[in-house]
């Protein structure tokens, strides 16, 4: 795996080392993960390497260009395996459920990744997983 | 799929502009009825806002220049959709609502 921090890096901070240390220490014995909702500045370039599991993106050792976004590809397999059978939703359709903004805006992105693997998956010619129930 | 719509309804999270893909992905699927509720919701909650700012006249247009930019560029994705998928209406009233607002909102096009 090869690849550049990019000409608009001029610094790298503790957090960055971190995440450097862990891609030339782990040598791949462990999944490593990017949180959706982490900010662009924090990718460090990697993301070309970055594949869609649900609601992080999984760091592989091979780039890919697949995402609507540009980041990366969508491992259609794993994310509606997260998306559909594993992930518990709590009952957020319950509108008597008081829910404050951060909630709100997390279920904003949530819908916003369920729209990501649809159109992949309409995109990998599997449009019965895209198409929800009525 | 799962059902997005009752999983996570516009009466508990508003459809806003990460929604649109949503819509691509049913006009995509051919399902047009699910993408045009989707845009109907869309609609009502941006041209809600848009009055809301409109009705607040210019003195706030610096804080929410961001805000309408956002809206303004929903709209405008919603009818870059309804001219690849062919949706005539949804195309003339996101051609009319988009000349609308630019104008009040002072807005370039």
């Known amino acids: 795996m090869r690849w550049e921090l990019g000409p608009e890096r001029s610094y790298i901070t503790k957090n960055h080392l971190m ?6 220490t782990n040598n791949w014995e462990r999944p490593l993960y990017y949180a959706i909702t982490v900010s662009e500045d924090n990718y460090l370039n990697l993301d070309s390497f970055f594949q869609m599991e649900g609601l992080a993106y999984r760091i592989v050792p091979f780039a890919s260009q697949g995402d609507i976004f540009g980041r990366g590809g969508i491992n259609t397999e794993a994310m509606f395996d997260n998306m559909v059978n594993k ?3 709590g009952g957020v359709e319950n509108p008597n459920l008081y829910l404050d903004e951060n909630v709100l805006r997390m279920l904003g992105n949530f819908r916003s990744s369920f729209a990501r693997l649809a ?3 309409i995109k990998e010619n ?3 997983s895209g198409a929800s129930g009525s | 799929m799962i059902n997005v719509w009752r999983l996570i309804p516009d009466k508990v999270v508003p459809f806003n502009v990460y929604n ?3 819509v691509e992905a049913y006009y995509q699927l051919g399902d047009m009825d699910k993408a ?3 845009v ?3 609609k009502s909650n941006v041209y809600e806002e848009m009055n809301y700012f409109i009705s607040l006249g210019r003195k706030y247009d610096s804080y929410l220049m961001y805000e309408k930019r956002i809206a303004f560029y929903t709209l405008d994705e919603l009818r ?7 949706q005539t209406e949804l195309k003339t009233e996101m051609e009319q609502k988009l000349q609308e607002y630019a104008g009040t909102l002072n807005i370039a096009m």
Request: avoid cysteine.
């Open chain 2, 20 to 22: 649109v893909l949503l």
């Open chain 1, 119 to 121: 159109l992949q998956l």
């Open chain 2, 40 to 42: 109907a919701g869309i």
């Open chain 1, 87 to 89: 992930f518990r939703w």
């Open chain 1, 126 to 128: 599997k449009p019965d």
């Open chain 2, 36 to 38: 045009n509720e989707i």
């Open chain 2, 80 to 86: 870059r959709m309804a001219t690849t998928f062919n």
């Open chain 1, 19 to 24: 995440i450097l240390d862990l891609l030339a």
